[in-house]
Nanobody
Framework: QVQLVESGGGLVQPGGSLRLSCAASGSIFNIYAMGWYRQAPGEQRDLVADISSDGFTNYADSVKGRFTVSRDNAKNTVYLQMGSLKPEDTAVYYC????????????????WGKGTLVTVSS
C-alpha cells in the first residue's frame, strides 16, 4: 500500500546540477528517516544522504559539500539537490524511507523506490 516514486534523473554534463525528488504515497501514518542510496554498475548500493523527520542530515564523504538533502513533510517528499556533478556520480539513485503505515502497528518498515538513473557525461 506504500510506494515511493523517484523523479528527476537524467543526463547532465560534468559540473552541472540536478534535483531528484521522491514522493511517498499510500497508507502512511508517519514517516521517519528518508534518504537516498545509489548503485553504480558493478558496485554495491551505498548511502548518499539521509534526513531525519526533524531535519538532521547525514552525507557520504564523497558528496559532502556538493549535495543537499531536504524534505517537505507536508508533501511526504524528500529531495536531493546535486551540484558540481562528476562522472563518478553516475548511478541509479534509490529513494529510501522508514514508514509507519498505521497507528495500531508500532513498527517502521523500510521502503524503496524503483530508482532513477543519473548519468554524468560530456
Amino acid at each position: 500500500q506504500v510506494q515511493l516514486v523517484e523523479s528527476g534523473g537524467g543526463l547532465v554534463q560534468p559540473g552541472g546540477s540536478l534535483r531528484l525528488s521522491c514522493a511517498a504515497s499510500g497508507s502512511i501514518f508517519n514517516i521517519y528517516a528518508m534518504g537516498w542510496y545509489r548503485q553504480a554498475p558493478g558496485e554495491q548500493r551505498d548511502l548518499v544522504a539521509d534526513i531525519s523527520s526533524d531535519g538532521f542530515t547525514n552525507y557520504a564523504d564523497s558528496v559532502k559539500g556538493r549535495f543537499t538533502v531536504s524534505r517537505d513533510n507536508a508533501k511526504n517528499t524528500v529531495y536531493l539537490q546535486m551540484g558540481s556533478l562528476k562522472p563518478e556520480d553516475t548511478a541509479v539513485y534509490y529513494c529510501n524511507a522508514y514508514i509507519r503505515d498505521r497507528p495500531n502497528r508500532n513498527v517502521a518498515i523500510a521502503y524503496w523506490g524503483k530508482g532513477t538513473l543519473v548519468t554524468v557525461s560530456s
